[in-house]
């Protein structure tokens, strides 16, 4: 079950203490009453319970009586948070809070790591699966102790911090949530994790800001929200360029969506794992590995076709090179001593040039005086 059945009872019994207090519901439509939701967090391995009540104006009327009495009816909450959402909005928590009883948080452990959890931050509710599946994230990453590991929507560090502790050598976490990022940093610490750092930012900005300067990523790792990634940010990926890309989405569909515009851009599906994260409902988590198709042979250069042509260098045909070294030196030169410049000048060419006929067959090799008049017939033309 991952309905917990000690948030049912915390939740039932504020129901009760909301018409002893005579608290109003908020209703969505007219805007009025005082109570609009209250959330439940609770740390599965520590027992640590928070109880955030978000209200529609900042006045709680008679709030420690109010928390007297839950805490008389459930003394093992640890914390209670008033959260405060004036807004027309379809949001559940708003940018104010206060902390009426404990210490604002709590703690859960995770992989043998232990994580603060604020009433901001999100952390998944299903704690045995999602050991699964971050296993398997952190599998697909492939980390052997050299790779810079970029965790964008990190939230609080989860994946992030499991990775540094499992063979990252440096974990960049970025994420727009300040109060996450803020639990990210605490995590770190708490955790003594020096090889991680995480900053407050919007992650698509940050990877094109890497990009133009030179910079260099091995995984990224992305667990957007269920209405998916952005073309913005898969196309900073694609620009900065990563061997591996560790996609983990709790939404097939928009998962199918991003997997079909990423693929066009240089990427391809290697794996992909589901995880049954809401046992007897619709929703799935998948875990998806995409990497770069030829890293090394795929390369975005600027070119100016244009220009070369008209300067007449860099496009060079064999014939052309003759005609220069002939009219400037008043040698001949053969393709096959051209070939043999233009290998020593580290430029490719094709293996038949420089391939005997026989085993018992030897190539002339190119003359010193008509290797540097080819030599300055390349540079002439640009191409070394």
Do not use: W
Not at 30 to 49: Q, Y
Not at 204 to 228: L, S, Y
Request: glycine fraction near 6%; aromatic fraction near 8%; include cysteine.
């Amino acid at each position: 079950m991952i309905e917990d059945s000690k948030a049912d009872a915390i939740i039932k019994d504020i129901r009760g203490l909301m018409k002893d207090f005579k608290f109003m519901p908020y209703d969505e439509d007219t805007h009025r009453g005082f109570i609009r939701h209250v959330l439940v967090k609770r740390g599965f391995s520590t027992n640590e319970i928070m109880v955030v009540i978000v209200t529609g104006t900042p006045v709680f009327p008679a709030k420690n009586n109010f928390v007297k009495a839950l805490l008389k009816l459930h003394p093992e909450i640890t914390t209670i948070i008033h959260n405060i959402n004036p807004y027309q909005t379809n949001l559940v928590l708003g940018k104010q809070e206060k902390v009426l009883y404990g210490k604002g948080f709590i703690e859960d452990k995770l992989l043998g790591l232990t994580f603060r959890i604020s009433a901001k931050s999100f952390y998944q509710i299903n704690p045995s699966q999602t050991e699964k599946l971050y296993r398997i994230a952190i599998e697909y990453a492939g980390l052997t102790g050299k790779e810079t590991f970029f965790d964008s929507y990190c939230g609080t560090g989860t994946i992030g911090l499991i990775a540094a502790k499992n063979g990252a050598a440096r974990v960049i976490g970025v994420e727009l949530n300040k109060d996450a990022v803020r639990d990210a940093i605490s995590n770190a610490r708490r955790n003594k994790i020096s090889n991680a750092y995480f900053v407050c930012a919007d992650a698509t900005d940050f990877i094109i800001e890497m990009a133009e300067h030179g910079e260099h990523v091995d995984v990224i790792m992305m667990d957007p929200p269920r209405a998916g990634s952005t073309e913005d940010f898969l196309d900073a990926v694609v620009k900065l360029s990563p061997p591996k890309v560790v996609y983990v989405s709790c939404n097939p569909e928009t998962l199918a969506r991003d997997l079909a515009y990423i693929t066009k851009h240089g990427y391809a599906v290697q794996k992909i794992q589901p995880v049954d994260m809401f046992p007897h409902t619709a929703h799935v988590e998948t875990v998806c590995l995409l990497v770069l198709r030829n890293p090394v042979t795929h390369i975005n250069i600027d070119v100016d076709v244009e220009e070369m042509v008209q300067d007449k260098r860099g496009l060079a045909t064999y014939g052309q090179i003759k005609e220069y070294v002939l009219e400037h030196s008043g040698l001949k030169v053969s393709s096959l001593y051209i070939a043999q410049v233009k290998q020593k000048c580290g430029i490719i060419e094709r293996e038949n040039y420089n391939k005997p006929k026989s085993e018992d067959a030897r190539q002339p090799q190119c003359p010193p005086e008509k290797e540097r008049a080819i030599t300055e017939a390349l540079k002439y033309f640009g191409m070394i």
